[in-house]
């Protein structure tokens, strides 16, 4: 790198290119944002009259009272409050259910003598060849038939059948030192007792990045939730999406654009936030766990 | 495995066991019901269904709809990830040069990939929306009326702005990160051998990125032909008919609004085939990446 003494010399144009490139790039970045926010402060038929505004007006705290505590509207019997009670179930819900059910397999492949380890490894591995979008049909039919639809259970358990925390933890619990678990059991410890005083603290920051990882991809599911959630009390941000796109788009009346990205500025921000505060143990999370 | 494992018999199989079972009923049960289903005909009033071999698979080869889908899916695809990946080099090359602001603009450059591919689509039917859609309005100056979900082309570029920019943050996190893990003493030795920047680009840089590179071309093109379904549910308005799809929103378009269950289990079996292939070809690039280093 060039980061030896440069103090004296006059800024290089290059320099101005480099940040004029990174600048617009931020710009394109924040603009729909940027946007959709400003369409959140006028109210609908100035919106449909004159366009959207990149200027803020004066009804934001109504549309997002709105869109937030009043039913009906996009969706007849529940308010955003309920959906991002919904989402926060979705995304909490995966996150733990996966941390909790890969660590457990993780640890019995790596710290057992097991005789079908490899073939429960291979067994677990192959998920990664086929994701939900395309058994999406089928794993409908199982789950309706199994009387799971319109449930929580429904909506989260099908999402944890696939691999990607399992590798994550494997990875990781094969990079701690053996000398670690040699010297837990000359000193008499048994297997949960390594597990939760020696290898789940060492495990922390990885826990956290997965979750992190976890939750964002929980959160934004869509087509699953969309096809096992019919009834409105489930609905999520992201699932209600749909029905906001649809009555804004297929509806007769003057399009409720204020609400409509309310509830969508709502369904971005939780995660925005996450990803933003706890950067570097997502960056983390995400380089790790696709190695 | 550790050599010093513990040899407790029943422990790992009682841990093991929640992951297996959920992956048995959720994984392997419909990945066989797709198999299976691919080679049966419903009947159209529900009476069951009636073994048909492969009948379901000619017929796809034989659709010129499926034809014309799958067309449209290869473009998306390698217009996405080119797009997406080259804008992201670009950026990410820049980020790892500049001193001043350089975590900033890493913040600034990857807090899309929070947001979820349908919300990315409802920001862009918002931006090219028909009446108050500020794209809309830039193209009808210069005289073009874009008209997305009512023409086919207007709808695809519009799907394809959105789905490179939702995807242009991941692929600039593992650049950027790529780039960083170049050792400094590499860096400095080029620097000393050459004093073209492009070249040095192009004969230290990029040679070492090329693993990075090659892991994030397979991860584009399952993006591209999987995760960009939000994007097109929303964007398509409820019209998949006379809009650009992918084989993907095919398999759902067929399989649950057209009650074609055959159809649509051979669509999956195919691109199953597909992924597979994808997946052998990633891991045999992994291998060699670590005999490598």
Redesign the interface.
Known sequence: ???IS?NKKPIRL??VV??A??VI??L???F??Y??LT?TSHDNIT??RE??KFGFGDQMSVNFYTAMFEKGGFTEQINGTKMLINSLILGVGFAIGKIV??M??A????????RF?TF?FW??F??????L???????????TG?GMANTYAGLI??L???ATG?FFFRQFF?SVP?EL??AA?IDGA???K?FIDILVPLSRTMIAAIFIIMF?YG?????WP??ITTDESLFTL?RG??Q???S???GNTIPE?GQA?AL?II??LP??L???FF?SWF?KG??ES?K | ????????PL???A??L???V??A???Y???W??IY?SFFLQDPFGFGSNFVGADNYTRLAKSSEYAKVAGFTVFFTVIVTVLSLG?AL??AV??D?????AKT???????????????A???????F?Q????IT?LFAFFGYNLQI?LNYNDTAFAMIVVSV?KQ???NF??LL?GLQSIP?AV??AA?IDNKS?TRRFWDITFPLLAPTAF?LLI?NI?YAL?DT??VI??MV??NPASNPITL?YK??TD??RGGD?GG??AQ?VV??VL??AL?IMQFRMLERRIHYT
């Open positions: 790198m060039t980061k440069h290059s320099t480099d940040h490139i990174l790039g931020a394109v970045m924040l729909p944002v946007l959709a369409t919106l449909s366009g959207l059910l890969s457990a397999a640890y019995a492949i790596v710290y057992f003598r097991l380890a429960a067994v677990i192959t998920t990664i060849l086929l994701p979008e395309v058994r999406i049909l089928p794993s409908y039919e199982v789950v199994l358990v099908p944890l059948a696939s399992t094969l053996e678990v040699e059991r048994g297997p949960g390594f964002v959160w934004n599911q869509y087509l969309t096809l992201v999406i749909k906001i796109t649809q804004v788009y297929e654009y990205w969508a369904a971005m995660p925005v996450i990803v933003i950067q960056v995400l380089v696709e | 495995m550790k050599r010093a494992a513990f040899s407790q422990m790992p199989v841990l093991l929640p992951q297996l959920i992956i009923v959720f994984f049960w419909p990945a019901e797709a289903s804008t670009l950026l820049k980020a040069k500049v001193i001043r602001g603009y890493r913040t600034l450059l990857m807090w899309v990939y929070a947001i979820a591919p349908p919300v689509g409802f920001l862009g039917a918002l931006l929306d009446n108050i859609g500020p309005d979900g920019w242009i943050p991941v996190i593992f990160s400094v860096r400095e620097l920047g892991f991860t399952t999987f379904f939000g549910d929303i308005k409820g993907v398999v759902y399989g649950f269950l649509s289990s999956s691109l199953m992924v597979l997946t």
